[in-house]
């Protein structure tokens, strides 16, 4: 019985599209209304309000009840943001029932008001449309059903309608109480019969999907379940079934929907016709419109359907001819007859869609019924032709599979055949080569001894040459420090009041200081130069480190170097001899570069998230000389080994300092940089963490 039904159904759609019969009676007869509905087209009268605030009072008696102009068939105004005013005159028989439902298609306007006569002069007021929930409906149908009593003599019935996203489209039937419900059972026939066939086709693709492993069939399967999502939106049955109690946001939820629709049928599209393969440049204008679709879902779910509404709409219409135009050249041009059944089922629906659309637009330029029918009978047509395809698809898929089984088969046959003469062929190799491999390896095995020979002997001559480098810099120290102290004692003695005595001490303990420094950056380097040995940590008090540095190598009589505590800095954890180093290299660099007449600043400062990790605080010492200036060319490279500026060529020195000076701050998770320079000076600013980072790990030639 269902088929039957289902088929009925199918047909009473296929007349109204193509017959659609206009007829209407402003008189009701008793056996209208129950086989077929009453169709008001013909004797509807419409009136456009643009500001939307007019109200029955106005509409029925005032002057824009004058405006009111003849209606020839459904009402069709596009997408326009006014209120629509219907106006209708209803008589019956006597013999006639009263209670009569006026049913008014498609369920997809926001607000639909009946105002009908109570038989004083004024009006019964009944609101309905998606804003109303379903729940508060006097007749539960999708639709919107309105219950009237209609009068022997002839009374005038208005309907509001308004809508922002969605065409504005309506058709008004008239029902009896019985022909409805007649009606009514054949309608919940019918979607469950086509719910019921989605789902059977939805699981048999998903089992194919896997079967196969072949992803067009869940990706068809996906088509179904949004297609059937959008059919019902589009016949008003989600109100019903998931938001009875709550007012469903239809506009948004239909166009989010149809985005989604859009976007899968595209791709589901250019997939089963092979667009990627064909025509690349046609995949990529899909994958545009796929992306487009996407893109519109933000307006849409962010409230806004109304002003993506005609461009989707407008959108959809040029993808689906081009889509049709680019499957024509492929079947006619390219002569690919395989697509011929995808292309007709595609083309039904598409024609039909295509045709409820344009006649959403033009109205009644276009003759037929509305587009909620045109849209069923498509998705219908559409659904069975699309799954023929799709089982067709599995026959060749199936036909396919086994000429290539046999074809494996074949191959399989030949290779064995083959295999069986390699394999005598390679074995007599192999064995050639498994004699070769042994020489290899013996040879790589000397290799690998003499390698580990070199190594130690590289490793005890490095060591070596650490042992001799210390032992000559320590023998170095003892008479430096005799030649210091002898130089201090003569100063300090009654001969070093002589003027021409002074400034030769002076000059010998200088020499003496420059010597021992040079002396401390020759083990420094080699000190840093071994990965493998960590710092020696310690709490350093940075004020008192800098103040008897200064102490240190400011000379009697001649106190150049000035320190300038401006904050009281926290201690630091430091290699303390490492830092003394650092330190005396840059003071070092700034007595010897600046002139003996002017003094050197050292500032103390703390800084906050400076370093390189994150490091919440630290200190900064900054070292401001008087010099000349760094050349701007040889800023770069000053911080290099040994590397020397030409036009300091006179002054003494090794270049060690700098470069040991940065090294040692950078080992302590800092930094060293020259921040100023110019013609009266240059500053060296030190950076250095509260906490040092932890040593890296030691690699493997560390030790050489």
Same mark, same amino acid.
């Given at each position: ?46 009136? &456009? ?10 509409? +029925? ?11 020839? $068939?459904?009402?069709?105004? $596009? ?24 049913? =008014? ?15 004083? %002069? ?13 729940? /508060? ?30 065409? &504005?489209?309506? /058709? ?31 699981? &048999? ?27 019902? =939106? ?118 039909? @869609? ?87 390896? !013996? ?23 650490? !042992? ?32 021409? #005595? ?8 200088? +020499? ?33 480190? =800098?103040?008897? =540095? ?27 001899? #490492? ?7 840059? &003071? ?5 570069? +600046? ?57 003494? %020195? ?14 302590? @998770?800092?930094?060293? +940089?020259?921040?100023?320079? %110019? ?26």
């Amino acid at each position: 019985m269902p088929f039957f039904l289902l088929l009925w159904r199918c047909m009473a759609v296929l007349c109204l599209c193509l017959a659609a019969p206009a007829w209407a009676s402003p008189t009701l007869m008793p056996s209208d209304g129950l086989e077929r509905p009453v169709l008001l087209t013909g004797a509807l009268e419409v009136l &456009m309000d643009p500001s939307g605030t007019w109200d029955i009072e106005a509409v +029925s008696r005032g002057p824009q009840s004058q405006g009111f102009r003849p209606l020839s $068939g459904p009402l069709a105004a $596009g997408f326009t943001p006014d209120a629509v005013w219907l106006r209708f005159a209803l008589a019956r028989a006597p013999d006639t029932p009263a209670a009569w439902l006026l049913r =008014l298609l498609p369920p997809r306007l926001q607000e639909v008001t009946l105002y009908a006569p109570d038989g004083s %002069g004024g009006h019964v007021v009944t609101p309905l449309g998606a804003s109303v929930p379903f729940a /508060q409906r006097e007749i539960a149908d999708h639709h919107f059903v309105f219950p009237m009593a209609v009068g022997v003599q002839p009374a005038s019935y208005y309907v509001r309608l308004h809508t922002e996203s969605s065409a &504005m489209q309506a /058709q008004l039937e008239l029902w009896q109480p019985a022909g409805f419900e007649r009606e009514r059972s054949i309608d919940y026939v019918f979607i469950g019969a086509l719910l019921g066939a989605v789902a059977l086709a939805i699981c &048999m693709n998903l089992c194919f999907g896997i079967w196969l492993e072949d992803s067009l069939y869940a990706h068809y399967a996906l088509y179904l379940f949004v297609m059937c999502a959008l059919l019902v =939106l589009r016949m008003g049955y989600a109100a019903q079934w998931f938001e009875p109690a709550r007012t469903l946001p239809f506009d948004q939820v239909m166009l989010a929907v149809q985005c989604l629709f859009n976007a899968v049928t595209t791709s589901f599209m250019a997939r089963i016709f092979g667009f990627r393969r064909h025509l690349r440049w046609a995949s990529r204008c899909f994958d545009f419109v796929v992306a487009f679709n996407l893109a519109a879902l933000a307006p849409v779910l962010a409230g806004h359907p109304a002003a993506v509404a005609p461009w989707l709409a407008t959108g959809s219409l040029v993808s689906t001819l081009f889509g049709a135009l680019v499957v024509c050249y492929l079947i006619g041009v390219r002569r690919h007859f395989r697509y011929l059944l995808p292309a007709a089922a595609f083309s039904v629906g598409t024609l039909l @869609g295509l045709y409820a659309m344009l006649q959403s637009w033009l109205g009644h330029a276009l003759p037929g019924s509305i587009g909620e029918d045109i849209h069923l009978l498509g998705a219908i047509t559409h659904l069975v032709l699309l799954n023929v395809a799709v089982a067709d698809r599995t026959r060749h898929a199936e036909r396919n599979y086994r000429a290539e089984k046999e074809r494996a088969w074949s191959i399989k046959r030949n290779a064995e055949q083959a295999l069986e003469a390699k394999v005598t062929q390679r074995t007599a190799e192999l064995a050639r080569a498994n004699v070769a491999l042994r020489e290899e390896i !013996e040879k790589r095995g000397q290799l690998e001894t003499r390698l580990l020979q070199s190594i130690e002997i590289k490793r005890n001559a490095i060591k070596q040459q650490h !042992e001799f480098v210390s032992m000559v810099s320590h023998e170095f120290r003892t008479p430096l420090a005799v030649i210091d102290a002898a130089a201090q004692s003569l100063d300090i003695s009654a001969l070093g009041a002589d003027p021409m #005595l002074k400034p030769r001490t002076a000059k010998i303990r200088r +020499s003496v200081q420059r010597l021992s420094m040079l002396i401390e950056n020759i083990l420094t380097a080699d000190r840093l130069q071994l990965e493998q040995r960590p710092l020696r940590l310690e709490p350093v008090d940075v004020e008192l480190l =800098l103040r008897g =540095l200064c102490d240190t190598f400011n000379m009697p009589g001649a106190r150049r170097l000035r320190l300038e505590a401006r904050v009281r800095a926290p201690e630091i954890e430091a290699d303390r001899s #490492l830092l003394e180093i650092a330190l005396q290299n840059l &003071m070092h660099n700034a007595l010897k570069y +600046s002139p003996s007449e002017r003094g050197v600043s050292v500032v103390l400062s703390r800084t906050q998230h400076s370093m390189p990790d994150g490091t919440p605080d630290g200190v900064a010492i900054d070292v401001i000389d008087h010099g000349s200036g760094v050349a701007p060319d040889e800023a770069q490279h000053i911080f290099e080994p040994y590397y020397r500026s030409a036009s300091m060529a006179k002054v003494p %020195g090794s270049g060690l300092g700098l470069h040991l000076s940065r090294e040692i701050a950078r080992r302590h @998770g800092g930094e060293v +940089s020259l921040v100023a320079t %110019g013609e009266t000076g240059s500053t060296f600013r030190v950076v250095l963490p509260t906490t040092p980072p932890p040593p890296p790990p030691r690699s493997d030639f560390a030790a050489l």
